[in-house]
C-alpha cells in the first residue's frame, strides 16, 4: 500500500470523530479545526488522522492516530512529518502536544517535556488545555526551526 496522504474538510467530520471516539481521544472540538486536519486513506476509509491548531505563531499538533489494523507501518510518523512540514509553510515555530499515552513516541521527532505551568497563554487558553485534556497529560513542545 501507497499511502495517500490528504486535507480532510467537513464530509470527514463523522469519520474522524469516529476514529477519535474508538482510541479514547479528545474529539469534542474537531468540528472547529476539521480543515486544519490530514488523512491517510486506504482507498476511500481513512485508517489515520492528525492535524494542527493554529495559535498565532504557535500550533498544537492534535490527535495524531492510526487505525487498529493498520499500525506498524509508519504511517503515524508519515502523519507527524507531513504536519510539521504544514506547521513550517504556515510559518509557525513551535507545536505543543498534550499527550498521556505517547510521550516516548514524541520524543523520537524531537519533542520535550514542558510543565504545563510553562506553556505560553495561547496554549493555556485553547480547549485541549481548560477541558479536553487531563490534567495527568504530558505536555511536550517542538521547535520547528531545527
Given at each position: 500500500?501507497?499511502?495517500?496522504?490528504?486535507?480532510?474538510?467537513?464530509?470527514?467530520?463523522?469519520?474522524?470523530?469516529?476514529?477519535?471516539?474508538?482510541?479514547?481521544?479528545?474529539?469534542?472540538?474537531?468540528?472547529?479545526?476539521?480543515?486544519?486536519?490530514?488523512?491517510?486513506?486506504?482507498?476511500?476509509?481513512?485508517?489515520?488522522?492528525?492535524?494542527?491548531?493554529?495559535?498565532?505563531?504557535?500550533?498544537?499538533?492534535?490527535?495524531?492516530?492510526?487505525?487498529?489494523?493498520?499500525?506498524?507501518?509508519?504511517?503515524?510518523?508519515?502523519?507527524?512529518?507531513?504536519?510539521?512540514?504544514?506547521?513550517?509553510?504556515?510559518?509557525?515555530?513551535?507545536?505543543?502536544?498534550?499527550?498521556?499515552?505517547?510521550?516516548?513516541?514524541f520524543e523520537?521527532?524531537?519533542?520535550?517535556?514542558?510543565?504545563?505551568?510553562?506553556?505560553?497563554?495561547?496554549?493555556?487558553?485553547?480547549?485541549?488545555?481548560?477541558?479536553?485534556?487531563?490534567?495527568?497529560?504530558?505536555?511536550?513542545?517542538?521547535?520547528?526551526?531545527?
Open positions: 500500500m501507497t499511502p495517500i496522504i490528504a486535507d480532510l474538510d467537513v464530509q470527514h467530520l463523522v469519520s474522524v470523530q469516529s476514529l477519535l471516539l474508538d482510541n479514547s481521544l479528545p474529539f469534542e472540538d474537531i468540528a472547529e479545526h476539521i480543515d486544519h486536519f490530514v488523512g491517510v486513506f486506504d482507498r476511500r476509509k481513512i485508517i489515520g488522522i492528525g492535524g494542527l491548531e493554529f495559535l498565532n505563531k504557535k500550533g498544537m499538533l492534535r490527535s495524531v492516530v492510526v487505525r487498529e489494523g493498520f499500525r506498524g507501518r509508519g504511517l503515524a510518523g508519515l502523519i507527524v512529518e507531513h504536519l510539521h512540514e504544514k506547521a513550517r509553510m504556515n510559518e509557525l515555530q513551535k507545536l505543543y502536544l498534550f499527550t498521556e499515552t505517547a510521550q516516548g513516541y523520537k521527532f524531537g519533542y520535550q517535556s514542558v510543565l504545563r505551568a510553562d506553556l505560553p497563554e495561547e496554549i493555556k487558553s485553547t480547549q485541549q488545555f481548560l477541558f479536553l485534556c487531563p490534567a495527568s497529560a504530558q505536555a511536550m513542545h517542538f521547535n520547528l526551526a531545527n
